[in-house]
């Protein structure tokens, strides 16, 4: 067994334990405050949920999932695994109490809180990434191409007036384009489709994938060192954790360590006896080669529960929500449902070439992320629990691990509502 202390120099030392956006972009703020970082990953950088998503800089979803209303929907959840929302019925029962916070996120009041919430992160989250950009030379990633948000009648908009006044209420616009504005848009899409709406500053990454690889690229350019290996164990003190133990046996010693594990948080979490209730909750995607139709918009259906993402490799059709746990079996008729449907969005869309994927977003019941300390171990920081939003809140999230681990208040943030200990 090889013991490694990352002490090597003067510089304080941090473990980030990680590879997907979340962690890379802590890795490297840390870096460019002075610390000595090592970035480790059990499998690959951007393994995860960081590299089949949509790629939507999504700034304005600051409605959560859980809303007034939802409890009506959960029984079409249960019953139905092609809904847009679905819940493996064996696995509902393991997730009581996530069910149970979840439902009372969804309380008037505390919408109003976590959209508060939701929003601080989202006001900051596209500058955040401009220097990450700029220093890592893929400015080039980020599309300058607004969301449409598709409606087959123009009644249709109104069904989702509690989230469109929620986000006006919280800065967020929109701009209404009716069928000639819309058409002229993207001649692409179905004449079938009504209207649209132009999510004003949600614009995306053409691949996010690259957008994390890319950004591991830069911290290792920058002196940061990745390590691949699963992390398996921590050793303790009463206050502080003083070092941790690899798969492979090796044992490596920090100043601190930033736990950004994605959805497998709570399996580090639970090792230090700390509640993070983080479900991980699957999406699904087909990513097209030759797709046969070209759109420069990323396109989100009312009804569909998914999005249309034009990327450099092709178009993403990816999207809907599953709970059903880390270790179920993945229901690929989920990501064939949403081409189909893509399909009379986009009448030309050939689906050949495809590469399906699963992935699973870390999913907190309030769709709030954890950016916190944790609450028994004060060198332990806790990065996750992204959901939805984890590209968008990507560069922000980095910013705000290191100042926690700086003890900086650069952003002047209330950092209460990301606390760890909140359930
Ligand atoms: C279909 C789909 C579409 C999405 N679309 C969007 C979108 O358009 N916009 C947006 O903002 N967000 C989107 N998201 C959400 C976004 O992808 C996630 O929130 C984000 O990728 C989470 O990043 P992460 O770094 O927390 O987790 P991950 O990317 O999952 O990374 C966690 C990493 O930790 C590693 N790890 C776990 N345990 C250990 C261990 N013990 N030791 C070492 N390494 C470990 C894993 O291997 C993994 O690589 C989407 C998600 C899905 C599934």
């Known amino acids: 067994m090889n013991t490694t202390h990352l002490e090597t120099s003067i510089k304080p030392s941090v473990a980030v334990i990680g590879g997907g956006i ?4 802590s890795a490297i703020n840390l870096l460019k405050r002075g610390f ?52 493996r019925p064996l696995h509902a029962i393991t997730m009581t109490s996530w069910f149970m916070q979840f439902l009372k996120a969804g309380r008037p009041e505390n919408v109003q809180h976590i959209a508060k919430g939701l929003t601080q992160l989202s006001a900051a989250a596209a500058q955040a990434y401009q220097p990450l950009l700029k220093s890592a030379g893929i400015e080039d990633l980020l599309q300058p ?18 989230d469109w006044d929620l986000r006006l209420k919280y800065g967020f616009n929109s701009e209404f384009l009716d069928h000639k504005a819309l058409h002229d848009l993207e001649p692409e899409i179905s004449q079938d489709i009504a209207c649209a709406m132009l999510m004003k500053g949600w614009d995306y990454f053409a691949d996010p994938a690259r957008l994390t690889k890319d950004l591991a690229r830069h911290f290792v350019e920058q002196g940061g060192r990745i390590r691949i290996d699963k992390v398996a164990q921590f050793d303790k003190q009463p206050n502080h954790v003083t070092d941790l133990t690899l798969e492979s046996g090796d044992v490596l010693s920090a100043d601190y360590y930033v736990i950004a594990a994605g959805a497998w948080t709570p399996l580090l979490s639970n090792k230090l006896g700390d509640y993070i209730p983080l479900e ?17 918009h990323p396109l989100l259906h009312h009804h569909g529960g998914f999005v249309i993402t034009p990327m450099e490799m092709g178009i993403r059709v ?18 064939q449902a949403i081409v189909e ?3 009379k969005i986009l009448p030309n869309l050939q689906n050949e070439d495809a590469k ?27 990065a996750c629990g992204h959901g939805q939003l984890g590209i968008t809140y990507g560069a922000i999230s980095g910013e705000l691990v290191a100042d926690m681990i700086t003890s900086e208040a650069s952003m002047q943030m209330d950092m209460s509502f990301y606390r760890a200990d909140r359930f």
């Open 22 to 25: 979340i962690g890379v972009t």
């Open 36 to 87: 000595d970082v090592t970035l480790i990953e059990k499998e690959a950088i951007a393994a995860g949920a960081s590299t089949g998503n949509c790629g939507l800089m999504a700034v304005g979803e600051i409605v959560p999932i859980s809303k007034p209303g939802v409890l009506s929907q959960v029984p079409g959840w249960l019953t139905d695994p092609t809904r847009p929302i679905s819940v």
């Open 145 to 162: 191409y607004e969301v449409l948000y598709l409606f087959d009648e123009q009644k249709e908009i109104a069904e989702g007036q509690y």
């Open 280 to 296: 991980a909750m699957a999406g699904y995607n087909t990513t097209i080669a030759k797709p046969n139709v070209q759109i420069k």
């Open 318 to 335: 990816g999207g809907t929500l599953e709970l059903g746990g880390l270790n179920s079996k993945p229901n690929f008729k989920r990501a």
């Open 341 to 343: 449907k893509a399909q």
């Open 356 to 382: 399906e994927w699963v992935g699973y977003r870390p999913m907190m019941p309030d769709t709030l992320p954890v950016i916190d300390r944790s609450p028994r171990f004060n060198n332990v920081i806790y």
